[in-house]
């Protein structure tokens, strides 16, 4: 078990036949997920990474079964990608699309919310269960299938973390990278409740930065409703106030959404936070002894 | 991205929003002419990124025709929080009998474009949100409302701000063009503060704070123009623009880290074992050593940079690729600094070996690397 996708997850591929999109669908498929299709408006009839290509998601949906969509639309599409997902049956939508106007993400996601269509991102890596189905761009040797899930707002700084807990024996759950953008379709306190009532996760990760209460929600959330221990990392102590540190949501606007306000708040609620990464795994390990 | 309060007042103009008249102008000299010919009295207000304006001295009335210049000169010497001030804005003096708070932006933790109002205008918004929440009003608006929502949609919030009626349909007037405005121009923020109502009733935005959003930029090429490349880093501006997000720090420590999240902790990672992080730089998710090259250059332009961390996480990004990057650089520019790479992810054994030989100090893990650079002459 896992969260969210597993070995027999049906995915298709918005955006297959661009440049990135072909790149890591055939990276998906080498992984062993089960890619179905793909989608690129006015190339349906097509066939890409060996699979049948559509004009729209619901076409695909209809003719291959599939419940999940990866997007690598480019920025300036990715709305009507969105939109197109939202017109359709799939459940889940990962966008790794970076760079989406603002605006364009919020309407897309009052659009996919109310047709009940889960989405993670935009902005980020995606998703992965380790040994079973990954979904995004992540590089899939460093994962092991394992019992502690993580979540997180960074992409890079996610593998480090993923490699500390594979390299010690741990493995991963499920791995899912939120993106680092102000307007997200998933935060932590979505899908917290979905590890908690996971059989197979023992134990949480939180990778957080500066920016906006999303950690700050989440530990209020652990507190209240979760058995299940939660660590914490928080990246940005040292950024300074005012300045966007590359993600358009990263910036720290008020005194409460610094990393160290954060950290206080989420020790304050029982979330040890790392101060390195390599702390992770040690105090990952301390809670499940 | 920000624009200034007189670039913010013309997009008030285009969209029907009442303010009134002004001249920018960079000279004191210009301002006693753009005063003449409005009248006296008039404000002058310094045009520069950050709040705190008034505070800092950077807003005068001028009642006397003969203080104009002095009072220009005043303004335009200041340095408001390391801004230095290069322009002002000249306006008529308003009359007020009344002013409130009202912008619209988009609400992260509710996922919702936001109208935000306060019937005590003038003040610093922030402070009466903590000390007073319950006279904050919200309105939450759906994406696809924002373009074509009428008065009548605003009018019972703006009657919440304005008792009487007149000024309550005006300003729900200018909240259906605050909304126009907000998402035709992909804004991450438009602020009135204080919208007043002056001596003869009329609804008037006497200030213009507007943030546009970055990522919407390339669909605006109006709006590019109006980035005031004086207030900007050009270092910053020009990494932007070769795919880099650079921002230069105090420290000795040049960083170059791909991913903004690892970027981040890589510089908390400096600082927590004795350094100081000269820079933020991400150089992205893509394998061109040409980026590479741009991100020595930035580095390197900087003179209290004792030696260089590099911290690579291959995913997209292919290790062998960074060290390409690495060994044109090193062709490329005279590097007196020591250097720290650590390659792990990706092609991490090809990008070694590719830098087998040189003089680079090599890290395993970033903890290393950060101790490393720390030992090497980057101590704070």
Known sequence: ?289 | MKIHEYQGKELFRQYGIPTPPGEAVKTAADAVRAAKSMGLPVVLKAQVHVGGRGKAGGVKVVTKEADVEATAKKILDLVIKDLPVRRLLVTPAANITKEVYLSILIDRGARKAVFIGCSEGGVEIEVTAKESPEKILRLEVPATKLGNGTAADYKDFASKLFSDADQASQAAVIMAKMAKLFVEKDCALVEINPLIVDDKGKVVALDAKVLLDDNALFRHEDLVSMRDMDSEDADELSAKEKGLSFIRLEGSIGCMVNGAGLAMATMDTIKHFGGEPANFLDVGGSSNPKKVVEAFKLILKDPEVKVILINIFGGITRCDDIARGILQSLEEFDVKVPIVVRLIGTNEKEGRALLEGTKLTPATTLEEGATTAAKLGGKA
């Open chain 1, 1 to 289: 078990m896992s969260i969210l996708i597993d070995k027999d997850t049906k995915v298709i591929v918005q955006g297959i036949t661009g440049r990135d999109g072909s790149f890591h669908t055939q990276q998906m498929i080498d992984y062993g997920t089960k890619i179905v299709g793909g989608v690129t408006p006015g190339k349906g009839g097509q066939t890409a990474c060996g699979v049948p290509v559509f004009n729209s998601v619901q076409e695909a949906v209809k003719a291959t079964g599939a419940t999940a969509s990866v997007m690598y639309v480019p920025a300036a599409f990715a709305k009507g990608a969105m939109l197109d997902a939202a017109n359709s049956d799939i459940k889940l939508l990962i966008a790794i699309t970076e760079g989406i106007p603002t605006l364009d993400v919020l309407e897309a996601y009052e659009a996919l919310t109310a047709k009940g269509v889960r989405l993670i991102g935009p902005n980020c890596p995606g998703l992965i269960t380790p040994g079973a189905c990954k979904i995004g761009i992540m590089p899939g040797q460093i994962h092991k299938p394992g019992r502690i899930g993580l979540i997180s707002r960074s992409g890079t700084l996610t593998y480090e973390i993923v490699k500390e807990l594979t390299d010690c024996g741990l493995g991963e759950s499920t791995c899912i990278g939120i993106g680092g953008d102000p307007i997200i379709g998933s935060k932590f306190v979505d899908l917290l409740p979905l590890f908690e009532a996971d059989p197979d996760t023992d134990a949480v990760v939180l990778v957080g930065e500066i920016g906006g209460q999303d950690e700050v929600i989440a530990a209020e959330y652990f507190k209240t409703k979760m058995k299940k221990p939660v660590v914490g990392f928080m990246a940005g102590l040292t950024a300074p106030p005012g300045r966007r540190m590359g993600h358009a949501g990263a910036i720290v606007g008020g005194e409460d959404d610094t990393a160290a306000a954060k950290i206080e708040k989420l020790e304050a609620a029982g979330i040890p936070v790392a101060r390195i990464i390599s702390d992770v795994v040690k105090l990952v390990q301390k809670k499940l002894n």
